[in-house]
């Protein structure tokens, strides 16, 4: 049994996953999520919070950094990923909940005019796994996606649901195949390498480079949308949750015309508010709203270097803080020079260059590091792949070749 102080103790090496060490290193810091989550809704406990969250923060320090979650198998480090970015939410959030004076409160849906009432079990649960804090009254300026599943019955809304969560599934796994067919020696693999060919000419160099990250993009919405939307169909047909709890994350990112619509309406909106807590509200008291604006991409930078860090320890910070910093000076750019005005065809073409010119760095990033040679049941599974890699390899040589 450990005792207190060496719970706290922060490890120096990681170990694989057992059911031991899973109920003593990742279990206390959830436990004080859930616990900080229930007393950030209670009148007069932010002194409380306050004495928490160190601890919970240094749990979900030493939980993200001692276990090793992929138990030795390289493809699938994916899962150290998920564990590190899910102990930084906690560590944030909780931070965010500790400096909040006044208690969270439920409200209205926009299918009731009705207040939810007070659970005191449900409403930490709802809190905790909210991100976008739909349905709290701390959500304001968060835009909800028009709804694109009916909504007459639960069993309705979990069948159309169901069917566009394994839809993206196929998808997620065959563009994976695709990214990987273009290189599996080397960013197709997890020793990782560059996407850029430098034994093409520059402009098919980059038009190469262009379509992996394009490709890295789809592949990212495919597999959150089918992950969210198959989390939905288990809220609503186990837990008996209303369909209204579960808006779609998503607004057809590739219709944005404004990187501002892109990154503030159009792509998923979970860490919004925590990006603008860590990032965002710093910068803006020392600059302006420029600060702010481009404090939160930081935010968000560090957010993915963190991903990358669980897979290569040697990841350079500027691969993830340099795209999502010019995402940001982006979103500033086109307010100086367009305003509010920014639409049509120019702005959708504006939006995708620059979208897809800093895609390729970060495209980049992650190739490096190995995560994009990593490998899963989606891509495993999928009919479709061995054409997909015959297709890929043909096109790659053609390439090659002009």
């Given amino acids: 049994m450990l005792s207190f102080p060496d719970s706290l103790r922060l490890p120096t090496a990681r170990i694989p996953l057992t059911t031991e060490n899973f109920v ?6 959830v436990i004080c999520y859930f616990a900080t989550a229930f007393l950030v809704q209670q009148p007069q406990t932010q002194p409380v919070r306050i004495a928490l969250w160190p601890i919970t923060a240094i749990l979900a320090f030493r939980a993200a950094t001692s276990l090793d979650m992929c138990m030795g198998q390289p493809k699938l480090q994916f899962w150290n990923i998920d564990l590190q970015l899910s102990m930084f939410c906690i560590a944030a959030r909780t931070l965010e909940w500790t400096v909040q004076t006044k208690p969270f409160i439920r409200v209205a849906q926009r299918s009731s005019t009705d207040v939810p009432k007070p659970n005191s079990v449900l409403d930490p649960l709802d809190l905790a796994c909210s991100l976008r804090g739909y349905g709290w009254d701390w959500s304001q300026g968060l835009y909800v996606p028009p709804e694109t599943h009916p909504t007459s019955s639960r069993l309705a809304f979990a069948t159309s649901t169901l069917v566009s969560g394994l839809k993206h599934s196929f998808l997620c796994g065959a563009i994976h195949s695709a990214i990987q067919s273009f290189s599996p020696h080397t960013f197709g693999s997890v020793d990782g390498g560059t996407i850029f060919d430098e034994s093409l000419p520059l402009h098919l160099r980059y038009l190469r480079s262009s379509i992996i990250a394009t490709l890295c993009a789809f592949g990212v919405y495919s597999v959150l949308r089918a992950g969210y939307e198959l989390t939905a169909v288990l809220g609503v047909l186990l837990f008996r949750q209303h369909p209204d709890q579960y808006p779609p994350s998503f607004d057809s990112p590739w219709s944005a015309t404004s990187l501002r619509e892109f990154w503030s309406r159009r792509w998923h909106q979970w860490f919004r508010r925590s990006f603008i807590f860590l990032g965002g509200r710093p910068l803006s008291l020392l600059f302006g709203r420029v600060g702010g604006v481009i404090g939160a991409f ?3 930078g560090f957010f993915h270097h963190l991903a990358l860090l ?5 990841s350079e910070l500027w691969r993830m803080l340099l795209p999502f910093g010019m995402m940001g000076a982006g979103v500033v750019l086109e307010r100086a020079v ?4 920014t639409g049509g065809w120019l702005g959708w073409m504006w939006t995708m260059c620059w979208l897809v010119l800093w895609g390729n760095v970060m495209a980049d990033g992650w190739a490096r590091a190995g995560m994009l040679g990593g490998s899963s049941f989606l891509d495993s599974a999928t009919p479709a792949r061995q054409p997909i ?3 890929v390899r043909t096109f790659d040589e053609y390439l090659h070749t002009c």
């Fill in 389 to 391: 890699e015959r297709l």
């Fill in 298 to 300: 930081l935010a968000s």
């Fill in 338 to 341: 367009a305003g509010n005005k």
């Fill in 310 to 314: 669980a897979i290569d320890p040697f």
């Fill in 24 to 29: 003593s290193d990742v279990l206390p810091p």
